[in-house]
């Protein structure tokens, strides 16, 4: 039961340039959407997230957009550099069930 | 925010072995804590939600008496990979429940499994 589909799988981006990485959902009975940053052999570390009441949040260079009525949400990194290179996860929360739901996974390469 | 320790990192074990990975909670009392498992270049798949002084929740799919979860106190919650086998090789990670915002993982443990 595939509740959150991310895309795309994998993505090259010049340095300085703005990779987007897009999420949907399927139902809206979720709390807050995270986004998770992944390097090889590592857990993944919570990079940004926004709860459904608001359309846009930035932190630093990362931005997530919400847009609700199309369940949908993306993650934007500005000013991309040769250390963001790593897996991005989106994810999806319902506070009742204290469950995370993981994206498919975007690995991103930014080219120096 | 919430410091978790997953240990070891990395293990190799012979065929029909068990192994035993560790969770630990460094500064905050976690009564729950959820442990994943990852395949090369694959997402986590929730294996199953430890809850402490009582028995783990297991997802669907999931064999319980393969994955032995044990979260005896408030700051370790282990889980043991019983009998392992080839297929059982994979990436597993555990991570905090700490009230839903801002779910912090631990590093992740690498199993072989020969």
């Known amino acids: 039961q595939q509740q959150v589909k991310q895309s795309p799988q994998s993505l090259i981006v010049q340095k300085g340039g703005i990779p987007i990485i897009n999420c949907a959902y399927e139902n809206t009975a979720f709390d807050y959407f995270p986004w998770y940053q992944q390097f090889p052999g590592k857990g993944p570390a919570l990079l940004i997230a926004i709860r459904p009441d608001v359309s846009e949040k930035k932190e630093g260079r990362f931005t997530i957009s919400f847009n609700k009525s199309a369940k949908q949400f993306s993650l934007h990194i500005m000013d991309s550099q040769p250390g963001d290179s790593a897996t991005y996860f989106c994810?999806?929360?319902?506070?009742?069930?204290?469950?995370?739901?993981f994206g498919q996974g975007t690995r991103l390469t930014i080219n120096p | 925010g919430a410091v978790v320790s997953q240990h070891p990192s990395r293990v190799i074990c012979k065929s029909g072995t068990s192994v035993k990975i560790e969770c630990r909670s460094l500064?905050?009392?976690?009564?729950?804590m959820f442990w994943y498992r990852q395949f090369p270049k694959k997402s986590l798949m929730l294996m199953a939600t430890?809850?402490?002084?009582?028995?783990?929740?297991?997802e669907q799919g999931v064999e319980k008496d393969k994955f032995l979860i044990n979260h005896a106190s408030l700051t370790l919650s282990t889980l043991t990979v019983t009998s392992a086998h080839p297929e059982d090789s994979s990436f597993y990670i555990c991570?905090?429940?700490?009230?839903?915002?801002?779910?912090?993982f631990g590093s992740g443990t690498r199993l072989t499994v020969v």
């Open positions: 430890s809850n402490e002084g009582s028995k783990a929740t297991y």
């Open positions: 500064d905050f009392q976690a009564t729950t």
């Open positions: 994810a999806i929360f319902k506070g009742g069930a204290q469950k995370l739901v």
């Open positions: 991570s905090l429940g700490a009230s839903g915002y801002g779910y912090t």
